[in-house]
């Protein structure tokens, strides 16, 4: 008798030991908490350190640089009153508010940025957004480990509200890159005294309108609201953020009333497109194939242009369905420079008669091809869909090989395929930042293609002051990338698909998916 | 006894060592990079992150710089979550998995015994009891775990709103996911513990309990239990430890912070000092299930002590 009570009391052991471990969370269940998911853990919340979205999608609610972005994504000032240039464009002074405090009560100052910006250099902070900041002066010697002196970086604050940057070459769209997480001031006390664990919530310091309040890594983290917020406290007295990987377990806990706003999966598009809570906008994303010109027969222009030309991109959102954007000319829409009659439009005829030209008449002799993607059910489906538009409009049977996205990485770099699909989506919401990719010294410009009068053109659009002048370089620009050279074929850009809940009020997505929480309110 | 264990105990270092060693070529030898990205790194930025992660030595002193910093008990840090050390992660991550696992498991022994004991005792009298509880085994195992998940989802949170559909909260979070979990797992039971039970109750000395006149509930619990359990014990140590290492899909699925998606993430991302962690964590899990397992069968079976 006293045996089998004992089995039993064996069993219900580890079931008295569970209900008492903490599966509880802290719970907020304010009236005026937002919850929305984010695809996976922020790798790091260390702004100097973070690259991913998801990251800087929390750090966009906790802190402000600078400058940030209006809606229209020009960028504004926030943590600076403004900015002066000097003459030769190459001197920026901003002058900051003195009103503005870090969460623990002491100032920001534009000593703050200057610790920030020089730790970003800093070869051991091994931080990969260091490269932003390379047209300051000395900034790449100092990071390359050239120079070891940090007070030779054309970085300064003359006193505590203003801080000095002198550039390397004149750069219009500098203060677009002081919008960038990378670029937010820092404290260094906080730094050296946490080391590694300064992001944690009981030790972070931050100046934006939200404060960091939990963080269950791999589960959620909960901002509550900044009371001493300079721009007034936010309407919204938290947001709880959830780590949720799978897109639809998000849409289920959105439809059971868990989450408040929620990304929609691609496949669950056509059911919603008529739901009074979903909506669409663009995102800076581009979707593009490119070539390696140095291969055969890749290396002829002609065949590169017949191949763009024998694309009719409006299949895409038709399969995709994601109200993704057909485009030929490269610089997304919703920036600066957009130029949707540049491109090489869809011309089967045409280019028939170019393939011809280049000794391939209805693609006979053409040699065996293979493009290559990474591992993903949209890029199989685009994949197949130009096999087939290139079999019917030229000819010519392509072969397909997806591999695993790092082994695909690995192959772009040792042995470049002779098309292979690649995308870009944006750093900050200048031209430049598509633009540069395809000069001869990007380290992202996989095709192997060098174009001095393309180089020229990007560089001098870097540097022109005059807007309409700019955006004629960019048409020229554009031009020779997607019409006359061809290294790439711009497919499409990416959209956001969105539900929101009707209670949540002033919630504005722009089109680099960061989402600022600070004007968002609840009314049920 | 003591001195068994201590034998097995120490074991445990080669097998452990030899696991590490195994897993630190293979994931070198696998092309791709950490820190490999759409965005590619200009090479001095690269060259200063592999300086910091010691990715610029030789092949054999990152194995040896590995193997030293293991010995201290120290799995190195993550490249992929900054600022954050694997040992960190485990412990966030490893007790939301042994919660879940330990849910699974009872359950999957529960349900398992409890149908494979019903089958075996109702064969021959209520057919249709055995040919019920085996067609449910047969479709515990066949039935993806994800599969299932999704239809429970479906019908008990979409549908009649009983449990909720994801997150970890509170006790009513686990249900669902313990049940996708411990579904295949109670079937395979269920059918060992079913043929494993007839045998037994075919032998002679159950032959010899019924001659005495002995009740049934004495018989099954008594006599023939413990000896049909004997292939369940070997079975369970494996299961154990893969239950509370956590489950990728069910984590995924449900969003429960575990440990169970890093066996595949930390590939994804090629983040070696992760893979390292995990894969060190399960073998050590599985030599001590293992370990486990042989003491089990040490109490539960006479023939074995008697060796």
Not at chain 1, 402 to 425: A, Y
Request: overall charge neutral; proline content about 7%.
């Amino acid at each position: 008798m006293i045996k089998r009570h004992f089995v039993l009391l064996l069993l219900l052991l580890p079931l008295i030991w569970l209900s008492s471990c903490d599966l509880q969370g802290n719970h907020i269940n304010d009236l005026q908490t937002f919850r929305m998911a984010v695809s996976s853990e922020p790798p790091t919340l260390d702004w100097n350190l973070a690259t991913d979205s998801i990251s800087i999608r929390i750090i966009e609610n906790l802190m402000e640089g600078l400058t940030q972005f209006d809606q229209d994504l020009n960028p504004v000032p926030a943590v600076a009153k403004g900015w002066k240039v000097s003459e030769d464009g190459k001197t920026y002074i901003f002058p900051l508010h003195n009103s503005i405090s870090w969460s623990d009560g002491k100032r920001v100052t534009a000593h703050d940025f200057e610790y920030s910006w020089k730790r970003l250099l800093n070869p051991a902070t091994a931080a990969e957004y260091a490269y932003f900041l390379y047209d300051i002066e000395n900034a790449y010697e100092y990071n390359s480990g050239q120079i070891k002196d940090p007070s030779l970086i054309g970085i300064k604050a003359i006193d505590d509200t203003t801080f000095e940057v002198r550039l390397r070459k004149p750069v219009v769209y500098f203060p677009s890159i002081t919008t960038f997480t990378a670029t937010f001031p820092l404290r260094r006390d906080i730094v050296e005294k946490y080391g590694d664990h300064w992001t944690d919530p009981a030790n972070i310091v931050t100046n934006g309108p939200f404060l960091l309040k939990e963080w269950r890594h791999e589960y959620s983290l909960t901002l509550t609201a900044n009371k001493d917020y300079y721009g007034g406290r936010p309407k919204l007295d938290a947001i709880r953020f959830y780590v949720i990987g799978e897109s639809t377990t998000a849409l289920t806990l959105y439809e059971t009333g868990g989450l408040d706003m929620v990304s929609l999966p691609p496949l669950a598009i056509p059911h919603y497109k008529k739901h009074s809570e979903y909506s669409h906008h663009p995102f800076l994303r581009g979707y593009y194939y490119g070539f390696n010109v140095e291969k055969p027969p890749f290396n002829d222009k002609r065949v590169r242009q017949s191949f763009s030309m024998a694309i009719d991109r409006t299949a895409f959102p038709e399969i995709l369905k994601g109200g993704e954007l057909p485009a030929t000319s490269w610089i997304p829409q919703g920036m600066m420079g957009y130029n949707p009659s540049i491109g090489l439009s869809f011309d089967p005829a045409g280019a028939r008669a170019l393939l011809r030209e280049a000794g391939y008449p209805d693609g006979s002799g053409f040699p065996e091809v293979t493009a290559v993607f990474s591992t993903n059910p949209e890029n199989l489906l685009i994949a197949q869909n130009l096999q087939a538009q290139w079999k019917k409009n030229l000819g010519i049977e392509v072969k397909l090989d997806n591999q695993e996205w790092k082994v695909f990485l690995k192959t772009l770099q040792t042995n470049t395929p002779p098309i292979f699909r690649l995308g870009w989506g944006a750093d900050y919401p200048d031209p430049d930042n598509f633009m540069n990719l395809f000069t001869s010294t990007s380290g992202n410009n996989r095709t192997h293609w060098k174009n001095r009068e393309y180089d020229r053109l990007v560089e001098a659009a870097a540097m022109e002051q005059d807007l309409e002048k700019r955006k004629r370089l960019y048409d020229q620009a554009q031009k020779i990338l997607t019409e006359e050279n061809v290294p790439i074929m711009p497919l499409f850009t990416n959209a956001q698909n969105l539900l929101v809940k009707p209670y949540v009020k002033g919630f504005r997505p722009n089109a680099m998916d960061i989402t600022y929480l600070k004007d968002v309110w609840i009314e049920r | 006894m003591l001195l068994f264990i201590l034998k097995r105990l120490l074991w445990a270092i080669p097998v452990l060592w030899l696991v590490a060693t195994i897993t630190f070529i293979v994931m070198h030898i696998v092309p791709g990079g950490p820190f490999d990205a759409e965005k590619q790194l200009p090479p001095e930025i690269r060259a200063n992150i592999e300086e910091k992660y010691h990715l610029d030595r030789p092949f054999h002193t990152q194995y040896l710089l590995y193997m030293e910093s293991l010995i201290r008990g120290d799995l190195g840090p993550s490249y992929k979550y900054l600022g954050r050390s694997v040992n960190d992660i485990l412990a966030d991550t490893f007790p939301v998995s042994i919660q879940l696992g330990v849910i699974a498991f009872i359950l999957s022994l529960i349900l398992g015994m409890g149908t494979g004991l019903l089958s075996a005792v109702s064969k021959g009298r209520g057919d249709w009891i055995d040919k019920t509880s085996m067609l449910m085994a047969i479709g515990g195992v066949s039935i993806p775990h994800f599969v299932l998940a999704a239809l429970l989802i479906l019908i008990l949170s979409q549908t009649f709103h009983i449990f909720p559909p994801a997150l970890w909260e509170g006790w009513e979070y686990t249900i669902l996911p313990a049940v996708s979990l411990a579904a295949a797992p109670a079937a395979y039971m269920a059918r060992v513990m079913h043929s494993s039970l007839i045998n037994v109750l075919n032998e002679d000395y159950i032959r010899t309990c019924y001659a005495k006149g002995l009740p049934l509930r004495t018989i099954l619990f008594k006599h023939a239990l413990k000896n049909a359990a004997v292939p369940l014990v070997s079975f369970s140590g494996p299961l154990f430890a893969g239950l509370i290492t956590g489950s990728f899909i069910i984590e995924y699925i449900f969003s429960i912070p575990g440990m169970g998606k890093y066996f595949v993430t930390a590939v994804i991302n090629r983040d070696y000092p992760l893979i390292m962690g995990v894969t060190l964590l399960y073998g050590l899990l599985i030599v001590l299930a293992n370990l486990a397992v042989d003491l089990l069968y040490f109490f539960i079976d006479p023939r074995i002590r008697k060796r």
